[in-house]
């Protein structure tokens, strides 16, 4: 009997290895192997396409702490993620509230126009508010004829670093949103009855009965909108360049440029690695602080 048992769970084992080897090897030659090679290039002082390579040990990581464009990077990293999280989340919010009073007959076809913008290509974005802010568009000149206003949106650091984050948000807001309103939609008809009949509505039921309920959703927001902050891209490079003055410039920007542009690849490799750290060390936090939000909630 124990033999039989034994060879049921042996197949059993089995089949579960069988079933996982496709991710285990998606796994192993997409993210453990360039990991190692990364680990590897940023000990090198190698441009990729020379035969030359000159191993420089940790010379690359030392040198970032020196560097006024990965100085630039870190904390941009943290200038983008507090307005990026905070106004993706209240108009995400926002939005899917106002969605979720619809009738259920258009409900759907307004959440989809709301999520229309994440659909639109980066590049596409950031051509028309180039042209939009350029200093002879129609807006500026608007702004110049009536008010006597004459704004470098993007050469100034005043609002350079402000458009980069309305265009973020712009796009963002309506994907988090559809996942907002999934868990408002989730709430159970009971939970919102029994809120009528004890009498709480409005911002009351908002925040004592709505928000407490969807803490897994909101969570998941907040995760989602963290890696989001940490990596943006597009954006900084068609319209600001990370300029001026550094101001919008960030990880993403930065690692390329050094590889692919100043052809500095090992120095990018270990950008690239300073990146992921501070990126771990980021969520780690915000995933601390989110479980004992949801534990206090009873999730």
Same mark, same amino acid.
């Given at each position: 009997?124990m033999k039989k048992n034994n060879a049921t769970n042996r197949r059993r084992e089995l089949v579960g290895w069988a079933l996982n080897a496709p991710y285990l090897l998606y796994s192993l030659v997409f993210f453990l192997l360039p990991l190692i090679w990364a680990f590897w290039l940023s000990m090198m002082d190698w441009?990729?396409?020379?035969?030359?390579?000159?191993?420089?040990?940790?010379?690359?990581?030392?040198?970032?702490?020196?560097?006024?464009?990965?100085?630039?990077?870190?904390?941009?990293? $943290?200038?983008?993620?507090?307005?990026?999280?905070?106004?993706?989340?209240?108009?995400?919010?926002?939005?899917?509230?106002?969605?979720?009073?619809?009738?259920?007959?258009?409900?759907?076809?307004?959440?989809?126009?709301?999520?229309?913008?994440?659909?639109?290509?980066?590049?596409?974005?950031?051509?028309?508010?180039?042209?939009?802010?350029?200093?002879?568009?129609?807006?500026?000149?608007?702004?110049?004829?009536?008010?006597?206003?004459?704004?470098?949106?993007?050469?100034?650091?005043?609002?350079?670093?402000?458009?980069?984050?309305?265009?973020?948000?712009?796009?963002?807001?309506?994907? $988090?949103?559809?996942?907002?309103?999934?868990?408002?939609?989730?709430?159970?008809?009971?939970?919102?009855?029994?809120?009528?009949?004890?009498?709480?509505?409005?911002?009351?039921?908002?925040?004592?009965?709505?928000?407490?309920?969807?803490?897994?959703?909101?969570?998941?927001?907040?995760?989602?909108?963290?890696?989001?902050?940490?990596?943006?891209?597009?954006?900084?490079?068609?319209?600001?360049?990370?300029?001026?003055?550094?101001?919008?410039?960030?990880?993403?920007?930065?690692? $390329?440029?050094?590889?692919?542009?100043?052809?500095?690849?090992?120095?990018?490799?270990?950008?690239?690695?300073?990146?992921?750290?501070?990126?771990?060390?980021?969520?780690?936090?915000?995933?601390?602080?989110?479980?004992?939000?949801?534990?206090?909630?009873?999730?």
């Open positions: 009997m441009n990729l396409m020379s035969k030359n390579k000159t191993f420089v040990g940790a010379k690359n990581f030392l040198d970032l702490f020196s560097d006024p464009k990965v100085q630039a990077a870190f904390i941009n990293s $943290y200038r983008y993620l507090l307005p990026v999280v905070l106004l993706c989340f209240f108009f995400g919010l926002v939005i899917a509230l106002l969605v979720s009073k619809l009738p259920d007959k258009i409900k759907g076809i307004v959440a989809v126009l709301f999520f229309i913008p994440y659909l639109t290509s980066g590049v596409a974005t950031s051509v028309v508010v180039k042209y939009f802010f350029n200093y002879n568009s129609i807006f500026n000149e608007f702004l110049r004829n009536n008010f006597d206003l004459t704004i470098n949106w993007l050469t100034d650091e005043r609002y350079a670093f402000g458009v980069m984050v309305g265009i973020v948000v712009w796009k963002m807001s309506g994907y $988090y949103a559809l996942f907002i309103l999934s868990g408002i939609e989730s709430i159970g008809t009971d939970v919102n009855e029994a809120a009528a009949l004890d009498g709480s509505t409005g911002l009351h039921k908002l925040i004592h009965v709505t928000l407490p309920m969807i803490m897994p959703t909101l969570t998941t927001v907040l995760v989602l909108a963290t890696g989001l902050a940490f990596g943006i891209y597009t954006e900084p490079f068609l319209l600001t360049g990370g300029g001026p003055n550094l101001s919008t410039t960030t990880w993403q920007l930065e690692i $390329y440029n050094t590889s692919f542009t100043r052809f500095q690849s090992g120095y990018g490799a270990a950008m690239a690695i300073a990146s992921a750290v501070q990126i771990f060390v980021t969520l780690r936090i915000v995933n601390f602080v989110s479980d004992k939000l949801n534990k206090r909630f009873g999730f």
